[in-house]
């Protein structure tokens, strides 16, 4: 690939990144009365699929830092998503449990969800099964390299 075609295609990666971040932070208006992005839409959902796991076990399972689940539980408890219950066992470990409020915000995310799967499953469908392996492949490889990228990246001290 040329140069400036690379330049062009690196370019239209990004810009669908810049989207997905933005579809992930914009506010959506729920039927149940608050608003919430997509964000804390996600952390919400993952939490009612997990009800049994400690906050630091779902921090682990996200991929995010205790202090990000930590502060992600507390929006969500205040908008009466979740509340947090302490062990019985261990005061130390911290539980989330989805509201009935929460369980509606879930059911309302999922359904949004559909759509936008169903959105990209239609564009997936204009190719066939062979280009469909190959974008996934090339999805794969691509976060592969990003994520040595960014871990090199951090080693080198953010140069």
Known sequence: MKQDELKQFIHKIYYL????????????????????????????????????LKMSELSRKM????GAI???AKKLEQKGLIIRSKSKENSKDIYLVVTDQGKQAVEEYNRLHDKLYHGI?????????????????????????????????VERGGK
């Open 17 to 52: 990144a810049c989207k997905i971040h933005l579809i992930r932070n914009i506010e959506i208006p729920l039927e149940i009365g608050i608003q919430a992005n997509s964000a804390t839409l996600y952390t919400l959902n993952m939490i009612n699929l997990n009800p049994d």
């Open 63 to 66: 991929g995010i830092t205790k």
């Open 70 to 72: 930590s502060q992600m």
């Open 121 to 153: 499953d239609t564009i997936l469908n204009q190719y066939d099964e062979t280009d469909q392996q190959m974008i996934t492949e090339f999805l794969n490889k691509t976060n592969q390299f990003l994520e040595e990228y960014t871990n090199l990246k």
